[in-house]
């Protein structure tokens, strides 16, 4: 079975300060990892993924994320925060050839402040 | 491209009653998935589809609730009758058998009075 557990479910940066935010994952075999963004009263957008072949991923608004099998970690960071990353931002993996069916952390409240 | 439609996007209604909601998924994509999202219970995945056929439905909470999808443009989530604690935003989205990852829809705002 898989599982992903995102520490902190409230992160609270200043604008332009770093972004990380934390996501761990257990999976039986080789995961494909997600990070997706919601902001207020919206669906859930898709930031960037891990497939397979080269471990730091670039997603969009600057953010990336590192996959580290040996930590199975997949944090998502960002050089200098802004005000409109306020959101939320799930973790998530899924086995391929699974139907794409996702398991998702229970999420991380980004807060910019100035 | 168009991505995940739902309507309505916002549903009110009064207990008892019957809810339908709809999803047109990103055309291609053969697999379709409903989700709830309330602010005690997070992102729970009720059912999904794979080629129009439902492949795990355990999350459906109660025989209250039931999906189709008669075809691989179009499906629906019924809840009969309906609830307040179903008040909740749900969520589809799609995915193609080619590729990882989920479309989100938009979301409906179902509110049960």
């Known amino acids: 079975a898989q599982s992903v557990t995102q520490l902190g479910s409230h992160v609270s940066v200043s604008e332009g300060a770093l972004v990380l935010l934390r996501c761990n994952y257990s999976s039986s075999v080789p995961p494909y990892l997600f990070w997706y963004v919601q902001y207020p009263n919206q669906g859930l957008q898709l930031l960037l993924k891990y497939t397979t072949g080269a471990t730091l991923v670039k997603g969009i608004n600057g953010f990336e994320a590192e996959f580290k099998k040996s930590e199975t970690s997949f944090h998502l960071t960002k050089p200098s925060a802004h005000m409109s990353d306020a959101a939320e931002y799930f973790c998530?993996?899924?086995?391929w050839g699974g139907g794409n069916k996702l398991t998702f952390g229970t999420g991380t409240q980004l807060k910019v402040e100035l | 491209d168009a991505g995940v439609i739902q309507s309505p996007r916002h549903e009110v209604t009064e207990m008892g009653q019957e809810v339908t909601l709809r999803c047109k998924p990103i055309?291609?994509?053969?697999?379709l998935f409903w989700y709830r999202q309330t602010m005690m219970r997070g992102l729970e995945l009720l059912i999904y589809?794979?080629?129009?056929?439902?492949?795990?439905d355990s999350g459906m909470p109660e025989d209250r609730f039931s999906a189709k999808m008669p075809n691989a443009s179009f499906s629906t989530l019924k809840i009969q009758p309906s609830e307040p604690r179903d008040s909740a935003v749900y969520f589809c989205?799609?995915?193609?058998?080619?590729?990882?990852?989920?479309?989100f829809g938009p979301g409906t705002r179902l509110t049960v009075l």
């Open positions: 589809f794979n080629n129009n056929v439902p492949i795990d």
């Open positions: 055309s291609g994509h053969n697999s």
């Open positions: 998530a993996v899924s086995e």
């Open positions: 989205a799609s995915s193609s058998g080619t590729a990882p990852g989920q479309f």
